[in-house]
């Protein structure tokens, strides 16, 4: 504490006693979809994309090239980023759709949460929307603001609707944050987590063109190249990038708003997401980039450096130490995470980091396989590779395929509303029902080992030569030394941190209960 003290008198002498206020503003299933990810050299989504709230900031402060969630699955995600713990030391909140067995101690009923640390330490915290870990972290029930609704987090079927509705919808987004301000005493620093779920499934098909001029046509060629290149999925990226910038205008509104209270300049703000593109095959619920990749932006102006391009890979859990060092306070609840703000501040570089990400997962959707079991892989992302290690092969990765009464496929359009219609841990999609149902296709048939076919015990992708991770050299003699240095990384904190996996716990009691209803 002391050391933080010092770093903090020798930096912001000017600072060193106020608290910053803290804002993060936190999207579901966003992945890393912002113009300030365009690049010329490099086509993606992200070139027909319009998000001006995270430009700015990312501009003002700092932009993550490689942010990386702990887990790709929403409660686990939120539990590792407000405690800033890997995800599988947080007990019943290391999966989605748990099944802890009733009665059974539970460890994570001890873990305080970056949030209510600091409300120990004077700041008014509060939430708006989704949350989904225990509230006890932010203080309880009392400190949700949703008094003006909650039309943000379905924007496309409000405004498709009623196009009028789009200023009212902002409006309550902004009305819910100016009461979070309005309970907090005079001077009183604050941490506020906005939390719309409208990058969630589902959206109005067409919505991305009809709301915000996003043509499906310009993102030919920009797809990921596991991703069928069609007229359904192009529109179905669009109308999801669509939902990008709705979450991006709210954004802009909170931040217009804080700019009236004359705090902007001692206030961390801070942009992210919960993990990759739901219903689209290898995004939400894989360790994969295209899964696990997060956009992230963060400004603190006179602290962070504006402009600064954080290149090595961070991870969400990185984030409450963050925050809790920049109210000069710690963590009650033993964090993996880092400090980042020595690698932020001026002077600051890419070596202060720790330079990697671990990543993996459990249960998403409950009973998306035989017997509610999860699909339980681990992962390491470096700056030139990523490794995983699937520990049970023989389970379907992305949930059980299923089929008709009549041994048919399921029905196009249940596939389109319903997740467990087959491969459950894809959202419904028209993107998944597309490729269920042309899954024959000669095109398409190669895709399939990326999407949901059963995967190798281990995983090998080297970045450099393959960004979209889909030549695995695990078995290449050439890779041997990699894969062994990789595999030894991950191994040792699996171990360091106790890792329920390495025997199987999460397959049975207390994690996994099969006799709950």
């Keep these: ?97 748990n099944r802890w067995q009733k009665g059974a101690p539970n460890p994570f009923d001890k873990i305080v949460g970056m949030p209510a640390t600091l409300g120990k330490n004077g700041y008014h915290i509060g939430w708006s929307h989704k949350w989904h870990i225990p509230e006890r972290l932010i ?29 009212a919808i902002l409006e309550a987004v902004r009305s819910n944050f100016q009461d979070f301000l ?40 920009k797809l990921p190249p596991f991703l069928p290149d069609t007229e359904i999925v192009r529109e179905d990226f669009a109308d999801y990038l669509g939902e990008a910038m709705a979450f991006d205008a709210a954004c802009g509104v909170i931040i217009e708003e804080l700019k009236k209270t004359g705090e902007y300049a001692n206030t961390i703000i801070c942009i992210s997401g919960d993990h990759g593109a739901p219903g689209f095959p290898r995004g939400k619920c894989n360790v994969h980039d295209f899964g696990s990749r997060v956009l992230l932006a963060m400004s603190w102006p006179g602290r962070i450096v504006a402009g600064r391009e954080v290149k090595v890979p961070v991870s969400l859990i990185d984030l409450a130490p963050t925050f809790l060092a920049a109210a000069d306070t710690e ?28 990543i993996g997962r459990e249960v998403h959707v409950g009973g998306a396989r035989d017997g509610f079991l999860p699909y339980p892989v681990r992962s390491i992302r ?18 059980d395929p299923k089929a008709a009464a009549d ?72 890779y041997a030394a990699a894969l062994s240095e990789l595999k030894n990384q991950l191994m040792n904190e699996l171990v360091e941190n106790k890792d329920p996996r390495l025997d199987d716990a999460f397959d049975r009691p207390p994690y996994l209960d099969k006799t709950r209803k």
């Excluded at 503003?25 to 995270?54: Q, W």
């Excluded at 609840?333 to 570089?349: H, I, R, S, V, Y």
């Excluded at 700056?383 to 699937?390: A, H, I, K, S, T």
């Design 331 to 358: 963590s009650p609840d033993d964090p993996n995470g880092q400090n980042m703000l020595p690698a932020l501040f001026k002077g600051g570089t890419d070596k202060d980091l720790r330079g990697w990400a671990l």
């Design 1 to 97: 504490m002391k050391a933080l003290a010092i770093l903090f008198a020798v930096s912001l002498p000017c600072f060193a006693a106020e608290s910053p206020n803290i804002l993060l503003l936190f999207a579901d299933d966003l992945g890393r979809y912002a113009s300030a990810y365009a690049d010329p050299e490099k086509p993606s989504p992200n070139d027909i994309v319009s998000t001006p709230a995270f430009d700015t900031i990312a501009k003002e402060g700092a932009l993550f090239d490689n942010a990386f969630v702990s887990v790709p699955s929403c409660t686990p995600c939120r539990g590792s980023l407000y405690t800033g713990r890997h995800f599988f030391r947080n007990a019943s909140a290391s999966q989605l759709h």
């Design 407 to 478: 041994g048919a496929k399921p029905d196009y359009d249940e596939l389109v509303r319903d997740t467990r219609a087959a491969y459950a841990d894809i959202d419904a999609s028209p993107t998944k029902a597309w490729m269920v149902h042309h899954q024959d296709d000669e095109e398409v048939a190669p895709l399939l080992s990326y999407a949901w076919e059963k995967r190798p015990a281990e995983e090998l992708y080297d970045l450099k030569k393959d960004p979209f991770q889909m030549k695995n050299l695990a078995k290449d003699p050439t």
């Design 139 to 167: 203080g309880g029930k009392q400190n949700q603001y949703s008094k003006a609704g909650n039309r943000i987090s379905t924007y496309s079927q409000n405004v498709t609707k009623n196009p009028g509705s789009k200023e």
């Design 182 to 221: 309005k309970d907090r005493e005079e001077g009183q620093p604050f941490f506020y987590s906005f939390n719309p779920t409208n990058t969630h499934r589902t959206w109005v098909q067409g919505s991305g063109k009809k709301l915000w001029g996003l043509d499906p046509d310009k993102l030919k060629g």
């Design 382 to 399: 470096t700056p030139d590779f990523l490794y995983v290690r699937n520990f049970k092969p023989d389970r379907w990765p992305m949930g």
